[in-house]
């Protein structure tokens, strides 16, 4: 795996926002990362199913919540 100065991640943070996102889980040991803009605690889960998110969907990646 590659290492990412803070500054390479900040570049890509800026350019890539889902790159940057893959990068991040990867390094904090697969931990889901999402845009902190995208999705809150508290706001209803994107899945549907109507319940708050972080009694829901909150461990699942960026990727699987904008399915």
Do not use: H
């Not at 926002?17 to 040991?29: E, G, M, P, S, T």
């Not at 990362?33 to 998110?53: E, I, M, T, Y």
């Amino acid at each position: 795996m590659k290492k990412w100065t803070p500054e390479e991640l900040e570049e890509l943070k800026k350019k890539d926002i889902k790159q940057y996102c893959d990068v991040r889980a990867k390094l904090v040991k697969n931990k889901p990362v999402a845009p902190k803009s995208q999705f809150k605690r508290n706001d209803p889960c994107p899945c549907g199913s109507g319940k708050k998110l972080k009694k829901c969907c909150i461990d699942k990646t960026y990727e699987e919540l904008i399915k």
